[in-house]
């Protein structure tokens, strides 16, 4: 009897001391879980524009002008050089002279230049229409065909040229020398003889208009001279 008595007692005290044990640890769990409050300090005032904000200021828009004046500026084109560069005339071959051509079996039609008659081109004395060829719009003639416009006559001065079939501004078949004309260091051509002739039977003054177009029937070179409405 006594024996079973003690050993409840033993058993008694050892659940006892576990649930205290068990007790005090849960305790112990429950401090260690405080909740942490994070203090987040007040913003500082923002600080006030320094005194010499307004001289910053206006050092940038300084800089900004210096920077804008280095730039190159767009030059405007000038409206009157431009209207000097568009000829009056459309640049169209007439449709007599297309009718005319095509009659021919004539091919390669090109534009040469567009001028106005000067006085020296109406020299009777002069007998020739120069055609400056930085006036050119197009250089119809081949390289074996410049190369023949350098022969030159028997006084060694003066080139000889080629003859070329001519259609003139009333539509007549004729033909004329077209050469070579060097003047200082720089060379042109001219239509020579017969100019004057043709120049005084097609009505051409100083100040007319006129357009030197070129064809080529069976490879040869041809021209046609069209006076323009002024």
Known sequence: MLLTERILMEFVQFHMKKRKQ?????????????????????????????KNSENIIQNLEKGEEEEMSRKPKRQRKNPT????????????????????????????????IQKVLTDTDMKGSQDRLSIPRGQMRYDFLSREEQVSLEKKEADGKHFKGMEVPLIEPGLKESSIFLKKWKLGSSCSYMLSNPWINIAGRNGLKSGNSVQLWSFRVNQRPHLALIKLQN
Do not use: W
């Open 22 to 50: 068990y007790l005090e640890k849960h305790v112990e769990k429950k401090k260690k879980k405080r909740v942490v409050l994070k203090i987040i300090p007040p913003k500082k005032p923002l600080e006030s524009a320094p």
């Open 81 to 112: 050089e431009i209207n000097q560069a568009v000829p009056d005339q459309q640049l169209c071959l007439p449709t007599f002279f297309k009718h005319k051509i095509m009659g021919l079996q004539g091919s390669d039609i090109n534009l040469v």
